[in-house]
């Protein structure tokens, strides 16, 4: 398993930014396919985006497309998500973790709270 930590989550106003970490242990974190998925309380849980070892990025989810980013740093074998114009209704944790099951153990994910 690739172990993973979550950082960069905080309270913004609407429409703010923020821009999360997802930093690695291991060489193997830069051979992977790795996503950034959030779940809020009583929903299931769900793919924002992801970043291939080759650097290709999608973005299945449509209620973020355009709004997030991913980008990826092999040499600190860390994956970013880059959040604009935040909703109140992004609000909950967002965690990463490789996108192919079975999924490697669930950290405890970043706080994103949104609200004015």
């Known amino acids: 398993q690739v172990q993973r930590v979550e950082s960069g989550g905080g309270v913004v106003q609407p429409g703010g930014s923020l821009k999360l970490s997802c930093t690695g242990s291991g060489p193997v974190f830069n051979d992977k396919a790795m996503g950034w998925y959030r779940q809020a309380p009583g929903k299931q849980r769900e793919l924002l985006g992801l970043?291939?070892?080759?650097?290709?990025?999608?973005n299945p989810s449509a209620s973020v497309r355009g709004r997030f980013t991913l980008s990826r740093d092999r040499a600190t074998r860390t994956l970013y998500i880059h959040m604009t114009d935040l909703k109140p209704q992004d609000t909950t944790v967002y965690f990463c973790?490789?996108?192919?099951?079975?999924?490697?153990?669930w950290g405890q994910g970043t706080q994103v709270t949104v609200s004015s």
């Open positions: 970043r291939t070892p080759g650097g290709t990025t999608t």
């Open positions: 973790n490789k996108t192919t099951i079975p999924f490697d153990s």
